[in-house]
C-alpha cells in the first residue's frame, strides 16, 4: 500500500512557480495583444479588441496539472484527459511551458516571440480556437463538446495494464448525461493490471458553478457527494485545500485504491478578481468567462487587470534571454 509521497519544500515552491506561470499566461491570452512582460504600464491599446475565452475553471487545471506533472515524474504510464475543453488557454499554457507547443510549431518557442504568438494567436481568427481542439498536441476531440472525457478515460485504459489515466471532469460536466452514464463504468470495468486494463483516476473537480449558475453536485452536502461516488462504485478522496501538500497525499492515496476518485473543490476563478463592478467574481459564476470585459475601455477594470497580472510576479519566472526559472 502506498499513502502519500514525502514531498520536500523545494518540490512544493516548484509546484507553486510553474501554477504562478500558466496562470500569467492563461490570463496574458485572454487579454493581452501587446505589452507581454508589462514592461510598459498597462494601456488599453495593449488589451485585445475582441475579448473571448474562459478563465473561471483555468486555475483549478494549472493546479491539478503540475500537482500530476510532479506526482508522476519519471513515471511514463500517465496519461491525461482534460473534459473541460473551454479551459483550453490553461491546457495551451502548460503544453507551451513543457514545450509540446513548440515541436509542432517553431514559432512557440520558450521566449518572448512565443509568449506574443501563444497569446495573440488566442482566439483570434486564423490563429487557436477559444476551445481545445484537433490543432492541439494530443488532443483528438473538439473541446467544446462537454461529457465524453471520463468514458474515453475508460477506454483508454482498457487493455493498456501500463497505464494510469487521470481525467479532470468539470462538476457542470457531470450533469451530462453521458459524464453520468459513464460514471457505471466504475462497477462495470475492472481498472487494474491483473485485469489486464490501466488504472483510471477521475478527478472530479467542483469549483461550484457552471455558466450562469449553481451546479447540482455543488450544492449537494458532502455526505450526498460521498454517497453518490460510492454508489456508481467509486471511493471519494476529497481534496478541500488546494495546497500542494494536500494534493500530492491525495494522488497517494489513490494508489492504494481499487476505484478511487478525487472530489477537487476549488473556487471558480481563484486568483482572479475578487469583485468588479461591485459584484462578486470570484468564486461566482460570473468568473466563468471573461471577468474584465471592459478592461480595454474603462479605467477600473484596466487597473484590476493591471493588479491581477503582476499578482503572479511572471518577472521571477522568466527572463528574456535567460529563459523560464520554473
Ligand atoms: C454537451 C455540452 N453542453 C453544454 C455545453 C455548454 N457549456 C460550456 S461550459 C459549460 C459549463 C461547464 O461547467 P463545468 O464542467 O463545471 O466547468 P467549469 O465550471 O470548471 O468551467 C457548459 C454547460 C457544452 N460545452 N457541452
Not at 162 to 181: C, N, Q, W
Request: proline letters at 6%; one cysteine or more.
Amino acid at each position: 500500500m502506498y499513502i502519500g509521497v514525502g514531498m520536500t519544500g523545494g518540490d512544493e515552491a516548484k509546484i507553486r512557480r510553474r501554477i504562478r506561470a500558466a496562470d500569467y499566461l492563461v490570463v496574458a491570452q485572454l487579454f493581452l495583444r501587446s505589452n507581454f512582460l508589462l514592461e510598459q504600464p498597462l494601456q488599453f491599446n495593449d488589451v485585445k479588441p475582441r475579448l473571448l475565452g474562459h478563465w473561471g475553471t483555468c486555475h483549478g487545471i494549472n493546479v491539478m496539472y503540475a500537482n500530476l506533472k510532479l506526482f508522476f515524474e519519471n513515471r511514463p504510464e500517465l496519461q491525461f484527459i482534460l473534459g473541460p475543453g473551454h479551459g483550453f488557454p490553461a491546457l495551451q499554457a502548460n503544453l507551451f511551458l513543457d514545450g509540446e507547443l513548440e515541436k509542432v510549431d517553431p514559432r512557440l518557442g520558450r521566449n518572448l516571440s512565443g509568449i506574443e504568438v501563444l497569446c495573440r494567436e488566442f482566439s483570434a481568427p486564423g490563429g487557436f480556437p477559444s476551445h481545445a481542439s484537433p490543432m492541439t498536441p494530443g488532443v483528438v476531440t473538439e473541446g467544446g463538446e462537454l461529457g465524453y472525457a471520463l468514458g474515453a478515460a475508460f477506454g483508454a485504459a482498457l487493455g493498456h495494464p501500463e497505464k494510469t489515466v487521470a481525467v479532470l471532469i468539470g462538476d457542470g460536466e457531470f450533469e451530462t448525461g453521458t459524464t453520468l452514464a459513464s460514471m457505471n463504468l466504475g462497477k462495470l470495468i475492472k481498472t487494474a493490471k491483473e485485469a489486464g486494463n490501466g488504472r483510471v483516476l477521475p478527478i472530479l473537480h467542483v469549483n461550484g458553478y457552471k455558466i450562469s449558475g449553481p451546479t447540482v453536485f455543488g450544492r449537494k452536502s458532502e455526505r450526498e457527494q460521498n454517497e453518490l461516488v460510492r454508489g456508481f462504485g467509486f471511493t471519494p478522496i476529497v481534496i478541500e485545500k488546494e495546497s500542494p501538500e494536500k494534493i500530492q497525499y491525495a494522488l497517494g492515496r489513490a494508489e492504494s485504491l481499487e476505484n478511487p476518485l478525487i472530489i477537487f473543490k476549488s473556487e471558480k476563478g481563484e486568483t482572479g478578481p475578487e469583485t468588479v463592478g461591485g459584484q462578486k467574481v470570484r468564486g461566482n459564476y460570473l468568473a466563468h468567462q471573461i471577468p474584465l470585459p471592459e478592461a480595454g475601455r474603462d479605467e477600473e477594470q484596466l487597473k484590476i487587470l493591471g493588479d491581477w497580472l503582476r499578482s503572479y510576479r511572471f518577472e521571477e519566472l522568466y527572463e528574456e534571454g535567460k529563459g523560464f526559472k520554473i
